[in-house]
């Protein structure tokens, strides 16, 4: 195989922005290159022309909780269980592959302390694969939750930080920091005003308020005190009045209040069942550059619709509504990323390319991780999606390796 790919005759979708050029990739070390300098000799550059389609970024999902059958919140009790957890869960990372997803942060809901003793490591573990979606860390959310918003994590995990730091090393694991992207929790549970500057300043995780019922000036403080993000906004936190924002607040807040370099990224899902699509149109438009869509999917996506067990929760799937058996509470999502992006533009009228930014520039961006993945900048991995005109998904290639028996993926 030639060593360098050349992608010419296309559309790059970055920075909100469809540019004509071309796009170099070095198949060696899977990286976006320069334009080179000097003749390369044409033995070692295949041509790919795109004949006018649109290359973007690998989309990025930082709240999964699982996919195809496997959830990533399942625990293991002995050494075969675990060899079943990884071959699971490598599965699975590979047939997210199949609809663009190239990268995610495995989210864990609220559990007790084996579980995540058991999943943070492998989880959590940073990956760089050719055949499969690569772990960005792990996305903690919970179990420092607000039982009042709870939606469908399970009452008896869910727990306070009155012990400050130990109670997230003690329910975390010792070195979880290492693991986790994302640790999404609610400010005003005991002990968690004193932990987000430690978890911030300490170490690359960030901090994402979530499941609250915190109020404007509370979730102002989570911010001021080093909060960088909002988990599925409008969902499991107090609905917006005239007078008392609470959290939705911050997305929209003023220069004198929080500067706009301050305003967290908020995950939204765009699935419409979560989010009423009126209420996803108000808070794209409050601000493009810090929305980030997520799917929030449980283990369920991708399965026929019927009922399942998710711990000891019954779950009833019909179609992409997941419901907790016998209520109406939304038990998580059962859309593809391509398909919320789809939504995205059918309800506010933006153009594909500030669509595809959500789940490419965003959340990298959110993770400070933008000098390698989510944008095609040379030095960034080698993360492709080629679509079409209307946006249907056309090939996939990892670290420039192209992903074979790929079947193009429409919207549904």
Same mark, same amino acid.
């Given at each position: 195989?030639?060593?360098?790919?050349?992608?010419?005759?296309?559309?790059?979708?970055?920075?909100?922005?469809?540019?004509?050029?071309?796009?170099?990739?070095?198949?060696?070390?899977?990286?976006?290159?320069?334009?080179?300098?000097?003749?390369?000799?044409?033995?070692?550059?295949?041509?790919?022309?795109?004949?006018?389609?649109?290359?973007?970024?690998?989309?990025?999902?930082?709240?999964?909780?699982?996919?195809?059958?496997?959830?990533?919140?399942?625990?293991?009790?002995?050494?075969?269980?675990?060899?079943?957890?990884?071959?699971?869960?490598?599965?699975?990372?590979?047939?997210?592959?199949?609809?663009?997803?190239?990268?995610?942060?495995?989210?864990?809901?609220?559990?007790?302390?084996?579980?995540?003793?058991?999943?943070?490591?492998?989880?959590?573990?940073?990956?760089?694969?050719?055949?499969?979606?690569?772990?960005?860390?792990?996305?903690?959310?919970?179990?420092?939750?607000?039982?009042?918003?709870?939606?469908?994590?399970?009452?008896?995990?869910?727990?306070?930080?009155?012990?400050?730091?130990?109670?997230?090393?003690?329910?975390?694991?010792?070195?979880?920091?290492?693991?986790?992207?994302?640790?999404?929790?609610?400010?005003?549970?005991?002990?968690?005003?004193?932990?987000?500057?430690?978890?911030?300043?300490?170490?690359?995780?960030?901090?994402?308020?979530?499941?609250?019922?915190?109020?404007?000036?509370?979730?102002?403080?989570?911010?001021?005190?080093?909060?960088?993000?909002?988990?599925?906004? @409008?969902? #499991?936190? $107090?609905?917006? &009045?005239?007078?008392?924002?609470?959290? +939705?607040? %911050? *997305?929209?807040?003023?220069?004198?209040?929080?500067?706009?370099?301050?305003?967290?990224?908020?995950?939204?899902?765009?699935?419409?069942?979560?989010?009423?699509?009126?209420?996803?149109?108000?808070? @794209?438009? #409050?601000? $493009?550059?810090? &929305?980030?869509?997520?799917?929030?999917? +449980?283990? %369920? *996506?991708?399965?026929?619709?019927?009922?399942?067990?998710?711990?000891?929760?019954?779950?009833?799937?019909?179609?992409?509504?997941?419901?907790?058996?016998?209520?109406?509470?939304?038990?998580?999502?059962?859309?593809?990323?391509?398909?919320?992006?789809?939504?995205?533009?059918?309800?506010?009228?933006?153009?594909?390319?500030?669509?595809?930014?959500?789940?490419?520039?965003?959340?990298?961006?959110?993770?400070?991780?933008?000098?390698?993945?989510?944008?095609?900048?040379?030095?960034?991995?080698?993360?492709?999606?080629?679509?079409?005109?209307?946006?249907?998904?056309?090939?996939?290639?990892?670290?420039?390796?192209?992903?074979?028996?790929?079947?193009?993926?429409?919207?549904?």
């Amino acid at each position: 195989m030639p060593r360098i790919l050349r992608f010419t005759n296309c559309l790059l979708a970055d920075n909100a922005k469809l540019i004509q050029a071309d796009l170099y990739v070095d198949t060696v070390s899977g990286v976006i290159i320069e334009t080179p300098l000097i003749p390369v000799h044409a033995s070692e550059v295949q041509v790919i022309d795109l004949q006018g389609g649109i290359l973007s970024p690998g989309f990025i999902d930082i709240q999964i909780n699982g996919c195809f059958g496997f959830d990533y919140s399942s625990a293991f009790n002995d050494k075969q269980d675990k060899q079943s957890f990884l071959k699971a869960y490598n599965e699975s990372m590979g047939q997210l592959l199949e609809y663009g997803v190239t990268s995610i942060c495995p989210t864990v809901t609220s559990s007790q302390q084996h579980v995540y003793h058991d999943v943070i490591p492998i989880l959590g573990l940073k990956t760089r694969s050719s055949n499969k979606a690569d772990s960005l860390g792990v996305h903690l959310e919970g179990p420092f939750i607000s039982p009042i918003k709870k939606g469908c994590h399970p009452p008896e995990a869910i727990t306070d930080m009155k012990h400050g730091y130990i109670s997230l090393q003690e329910r975390y694991g010792q070195g979880f920091e290492q693991y986790a992207a994302i640790v999404t929790a609610a400010p005003e549970v005991q002990g968690c005003s004193e932990i987000i500057p430690q978890l911030t300043t300490n170490s690359p995780t960030v901090f994402s308020i979530g499941h609250t019922m915190a109020d404007f000036d509370l979730a102002l403080s989570a911010v001021h005190s080093g909060a960088t993000m909002i988990t599925h906004l @409008y969902n #499991a936190m $107090p609905a917006h &009045t005239a007078r008392d924002v609470g959290v +939705l607040g %911050l *997305i929209s807040a003023t220069k004198d209040t929080l500067p706009s370099d301050k305003i967290p990224f908020y995950g939204i899902i765009a699935d419409g069942v979560h989010v009423h699509p009126s209420a996803v149109r108000a808070a @794209y438009m #409050a601000n $493009p550059s810090k &929305t980030i869509l997520v799917t929030d999917a +449980l283990y %369920l *996506i991708g399965l026929e619709d019927g009922h399942y067990q998710r711990g000891n929760q019954s779950v009833q799937k019909k179609g992409s509504l997941l419901l907790l058996q016998g209520t109406d509470t939304i038990a998580g999502s059962a859309t593809h990323l391509i398909d919320c992006v789809h939504n995205l533009i059918k309800w506010t009228g933006i153009p594909l390319a500030e669509a595809l930014a959500t789940i490419t520039n965003n959340p990298a961006t959110s993770l400070n991780i933008a000098h390698r993945k989510g944008f095609l900048r040379p030095g960034c991995d080698a993360d492709l999606n080629i679509l079409s005109a209307d946006g249907t998904l056309k090939e996939v290639y990892k670290l420039g390796q192209k992903i074979h028996g790929f079947k193009s993926k429409a919207a549904n």
